[in-house]
C-alpha cells in the first residue's frame, strides 16, 4: 500500500465542518483511497471511499485532488460524537490487508 | 444491519495457555480479516481468509493460527501465549467486489489480557 501522511491530531468546534487531509503522494493509478475512524478501542468503523472522483455519503464528503496525490475527508457538522483518531489508507487490489498507520486524532470540542 | 460478531468479548488468560477467538462475518460476506492492536498502537493486519483458503498473511506470530469454515465464520487459535499478546483483536468482513475496493467492516473486538 501507498504511504500516507496525516497531521497526527486537529481540533474542530461542534457544529463546525471538520477537513482532514491526508498525503499520499506515491498512490498509483488502481489504488483506492480508504477513510475509517476509531473511536476509543472500538472497532475501526468505514466511513467513505474513492478512487478518482469525489464522493459523499450519509457520515462524510470525499475530495481527492485531480493528481490523486491528496484527499480530504469533510465532516460537514461536527458533534461530540465524531471525536476519534481517523486513518486515511491507500489499497491496491494486489492485497486484502489494510495498513493503519499513525491517523489523526480528531477532538471536537464544545 | 447485522454486523460482525466476535466472542468472547473479554478473555483473561495466563502465559503459555491457549486462547481461541471466533468471527462470525456479516451474512453473505465471503472474506474475513484478522487484525491485532497492541496498547497505544494501531491495528495491524494478521491474517484474511477467502473462501475458507487463506488469501493473506500477515505479522501473525507462528503461534497463532486461524481457518475458515464451511459457514464463513473464521477462528483465531493462539498458543503458548506472552504477555505481550494482550491487545484488542478485530475481526473484519467483506462481500465479493471490485478488487481493491472490497469494503471491510469491523466487529467489535476481542479484548485479550494475557497475566
Known amino acids: 500500500d501507498a504511504k500516507t501522511t496525516q497531521p497526527p491530531s486537529m481540533d474542530c468546534a461542534e457544529g463546525r465542518a471538520a477537513n482532514l487531509p491526508c498525503n499520499h503522494s506515491?498512490?498509483?493509478?488502481?489504488?483506492?483511497v480508504y477513510w475509517y475512524r476509531q473511536i476509543h478501542s472500538q472497532g475501526p468503523q468505514y466511513i467513505i471511499h474513492g478512487l478518482k472522483n469525489n464522493e459523499t455519503n450519509e457520515m462524510a464528503s470525499l475530495i481527492i485532488t485531480e493528481d490523486r496525490k491528496s484527499s480530504t475527508l469533510i465532516l460537514p457538522h461536527a458533534t461530540l460524537r465524531d471525536t476519534a483518531v481517523y486513518y486515511c489508507i491507500v489499497r491496491d487490489n494486489a492485497g486484502n490487508m489494510l495498513t493503519f498507520g499513525g491517523g489523526t486524532r480528531l477532538m471536537v470540542k464544545p | 444491519a447485522a454486523g460482525v460478531i466476535q466472542s468472547p468479548r473479554h478473555l483473561i488468560k495466563e502465559k503459555r495457555e491457549t486462547a481461541t477467538l471466533k468471527c462470525y462475518p456479516i451474512p453473505r460476506h465471503d472474506t474475513v480479516y484478522w487484525y491485532q492492536q497492541g496498547p497505544g498502537q494501531d491495528p495491524q493486519f494478521l491474517i484474511s481468509f477467502y473462501e475458507k483458503m487463506q488469501s493473506d498473511k500477515g505479522s501473525i506470530p507462528d503461534r497463532f493460527s486461524a481457518q475458515q469454515f464451511s459457514d464463513y465464520h473464521s477462528e483465531l487459535n493462539m498458543s503458548s501465549l506472552e504477555l505481550g499478546d494482550s491487545a484488542l483483536y478485530f475481526c473484519?468482513?467483506?462481500?465479493?467486489?471490485?478488487?481493491?475496493?472490497?469494503?471491510?467492516?469491523f466487529g467489535p473486538g476481542t479484548r485479550l489480557l494475557v497475566l
Open positions: 506515491t498512490i498509483s493509478g488502481n489504488e483506492y
Open positions: 473484519a468482513s467483506s462481500a465479493p467486489g471490485l478488487a481493491g475496493a472490497e469494503t471491510q467492516y
